[in-house]
C-alpha cells in the first residue's frame, strides 16, 4: 500500500560522509512524521534521527547528534539523512520509517527494506 525507497548506503572510511535518501510513494493522505532506524549484527534496532512533518522538529540519538543531519522535503515525501564523521560503530543497516495518517484516524508505521552503511577503520 505504501512503499519506501532507499538509496545512498555504501562503504566509507571512518571520517568520511554518506547521504542517505527515503522516498514514499503509494495510497497515502498525509504523512506524519518521517526517521531513520539501524540495526547492527546481534543488537536491537535504534532510532538514529525523526522528523515531524508539521514544524520541522527533529529529533537524535545521543551518539550521532551534531554529526547527523535528518531533513525532508515534504512536497516529495522524502526524507534524508546526512552522516558525517563517521565511525566504525555506525556500521549498521538503516531502515527508513513513516508515520502515515488515513481517513479515519488510523495511523500505520512502514518501513523500506533497508540500506548497507559499512565504515571501515
Known amino acids: 500500500q505504501v512503499q519506501l525507497v532507499e538509496s545512498g548506503g555504501g562503504l566509507v572510511q571512518a571520517g568520511g560522509s554518506l547521504r542517505l535518501s527515503c522516498a514514499a510513494s503509494g495510497r497515502i493522505l498525509s504523512i506524519n512524521a518521517m526517521g531513520w532506524y539501524r540495526q547492527a549484527p546481534g543488537k536491537q534496532r535504534e532510532l538514529v534521527a525523526r522528523i515531524i512533518t508539521s514544524g520541522g522538529s527533529t529529533n537524535y540519538a545521543d551518539s550521532v547528534e551534531g554529526r547527523f543531519t535528518i531533513s525532508r522535503d515534504n512536497a516529495k515525501n522524502t526524507v534524508y539523512l546526512q552522516m558525517s564523521s563517521l565511525k566504525p560503530e555506525d556500521t549498521a543497516v538503516y531502515y527508513c520509517?513513516?508515520?502515515?495518517?488515513?481517513?479515519?484516524?488510523?495511523?500505520?508505521?512502514?518501513w523500506g527494506q533497508g540500506t548497507q552503511v559499512t565504515v571501515s577503520s
Open positions: 520509517n513513516a508515520m502515515v495518517q488515513y481517513p479515519i484516524g488510523l495511523v500505520r508505521d512502514y
